[in-house]
């Protein structure tokens, strides 16, 4: 049985874009409307859900403000877990207890040995369980739910 390429498929419905406004499409077929965002040289391009222009519009901005906010850079793409785990600590010492911060850092302590060098963008779950076979030998059972949560 062969496999069928779902977008050079032959039943696959093509649709005509018509520029609105500046990062508003409209689909002529269905009277929908769509945006198209760039941000960070990537661009997003998302159904609005509707076919009333006003609401479209307004939708958009929403869309706007949300695709500003993302983080882009080198600096956010290529972190590890070592970093982004002391940099998560410092945001969570402003809301917890310090016995709780200090729990925290012991269990990262014991994470640290099989994840800390690893991109948090490819951590996977086989890493996971390279953890979980590593750690849950010398683990009492309280601790090892503490590694957990923190993970």
Known sequence: MSKIDKKNSPTRKLYT???VS???YKVVETGGYYALVKRGGKQ???SLKT???AL???RLSELKQKASKLRTGKEHASIT?????DRWIKAKAASLKSKTIGRIKDCLKGIRPYLGNNL???ITYQDCELWLIGRRKELKPSAYRLEVFTL
């Open 44 to 46: 997003i391009r998302r």
């Open 22 to 24: 500046e990062n508003l």
């Open 17 to 19: 874009f018509k520029r």
């Open 56 to 58: 479209a519009k307004r």
């Open 81 to 85: 877990f070592e970093k982004y785990s």
């Open 51 to 53: 076919t009333d222009k």
């Open 120 to 122: 948090i963008r490819n």
